[in-house]
């Protein structure tokens, strides 16, 4: 059965902090996104990646950054964080089939809320 | 600009009815269009996808059709269920320069199923 796991399914952090929020995916699979989803917004896209130690920018990257040093971790970084990065955080997972459309693996998000 | 979006922020549906679930795209280059199910507490699962030189492709109770000509995608659930209720996402799959694939979601419908 496959799976993506988030480290954490509820956090409260305050402004200004640093935040970790750690995806694993046991799919071998090479790519990698993070998503917000917000009421009213529907998901968008933050960062991606598609392979170990590459990453792209989404339609909303400010404000974070990404990492990836082994093809299942894909980390998403919150330098200082903000209250309006209070949200629901999504990771997702896939595989570039030839002709396919690339079906994504999410995992259960993590709330994070910014005081 | 680019956008995948809904008709309906919620749908109410009578148990056993039909259930028709309405997006709509404004770009005419996606390779592909998919449906994704996101129940409470849960991150969005794959339901259905279509290519886009298709007009029509059924599943175990779901059928998604696609109008190319408005720009139109429906997804189609027959004997609605309880375990249908969820929000329901469209979502359109384009390559980009670089050989990428990238997704876009609409900003989803509610299903409420009536018992």
């Known amino acids: 059965d496959v799976k993506v796991t988030q480290s954490s399914r509820y956090l409260v952090k305050r402004t200004g902090e640093k935040v970790f929020l750690e995806c694993v995916q046991d799919?071998?699979?090479?790519?990698m996104f993070w998503y917000r989803q917000d009421p009213g917004l529907g998901l968008r896209l933050i960062y991606f990646s598609y392979d170990v130690k590459m990453k792209e920018k989404g339609d909303i990257p400010e404000g974070y950054s990404v990492s990836r040093e082994k093809k299942e971790r894909f980390s998403l970084i919150l330098e200082s964080a903000s209250t309006n990065q209070t949200s629901m955080y999504l990771c997702a997972s896939s595989s570039p089939l030839a002709g396919g459309s690339n079906e994504q693996f999410f995992g259960p998000g993590t709330r994070l809320t910014v005081l | 600009g680019e956008s995948v979006g809904l008709h309906l922020p919620t749908l109410s549906v009578q148990e056993g009815d039909n259930s028709i679930i309405n997006c709509a795209y404004s770009n005419s280059a996606s390779d592909y269009f998919i449906w994704y199910k996101q129940e409470s507490g849960k991150g969005p699962q794959f339901i259905i996808d279509?290519?886009?030189?298709?007009d029509k492709r059924q599943g175990q109770r779901v059928t998604v059709l696609l109008n190319k000509t408005v720009k139109h995608l429906s997804l189609q659930i027959a004997a609605t269920q309880p375990g249908d209720s969820a929000v329901y996402f469209c979502?359109?799959?384009?390559?980009?320069?670089?050989?990428?694939?990238?997704?876009?979601f609409g900003t989803g419908t509610k299903l409420q199923v009536i018992p």
């Open positions: 799919m071998d699979h090479e790519n």
């Open positions: 979502a359109e799959n384009r390559e980009r320069s670089g050989g990428y694939q990238k997704v876009t």
């Open positions: 279509i290519r886009s030189n298709m």
